[in-house]
């Protein structure tokens, strides 16, 4: 087994990435690894985040959607 150079990337919608929305790291065999992003909220209502990440012949992805309330109203 040989580690992995993994690309990420981070798309949003309703959000402001703060952070770098893509991130390159090496992951070594039989591990994980975590990437994180800080974001804001640009107004209440929809938002959408899309995460991919690939290394060669590999490639996974997520979409969620979530809303935004205002401040104080949970």
């Known amino acids: 087994d040989t580690p992995l ?3 990420s990337n981070l798309v949003t ?3 402001r990435l703060i952070s770098n929305g893509e ?3 090496t992951i070594p065999p039989e ?3 975590r ?3 800080i974001a804001s909220v640009e ?6 985040i899309k995460m991919t990440a690939s290394a060669g012949l590999y490639s996974d992805g997520v979409e969620k959607s979530f ?3 205002p401040h104080g109203v949970e």
Request: overall charge negative; proline content about 0%; cysteine-free.
């Open 43 to 48: 107004a209440a209502g929809s938002v959408r």
């Open 35 to 37: 990437v994180d992003w």
């Open 31 to 33: 591990s994980e690894r």
């Open 5 to 7: 150079d993994v690309s």
């Open 23 to 25: 991130r390159t790291l």
């Open 13 to 15: 919608d309703g959000l």
């Open 67 to 69: 809303t935004a309330y």
